[in-house]
């Protein structure tokens, strides 16, 4: 079981470093200049590692919560809600 443990993480922590090249590519093509994060902890975690300097000096806000299993309208609640300043950085 420890084995399949393993795995699974390896693959988390692949696809966190996958997610931060696109976003980084995003990022080089000025498709955006501030970034907010919402992960799991432990992917928020994997992804803050993958980052780039640079992609680390645009995220505007992490989040460390899981929303996956809400529902869509559920979502945009939520993140209605959420508090994120414009001028800080890694609320």
């Not at 994060?37 to 992609?55: E, I, K, N, R």
């Amino acid at each position: 079981m420890e084995y399949r443990s393993d795995l699974v993480r390896e693959d988390n922590r692949a696809f966190a470093a996958t997610l931060a090249e696109v976003l980084d590519s995003h990022r080089r093509a000025g498709d955006f200049d501030r970034l907010i994060v919402a992960a799991a902890p432990q992917m928020l975690g994997d992804l803050h590692q993958a980052f780039s300097d640079s992609l680390r000096r645009v995220t505007a806000a992490e989040i460390a919560k899981d929303f996956t299993k809400l529902p869509a309208e559920d979502l945009r609640a939520v993140i209605g809600t959420l508090e994120i300043s414009r001028g800080s950085m890694n609320d």
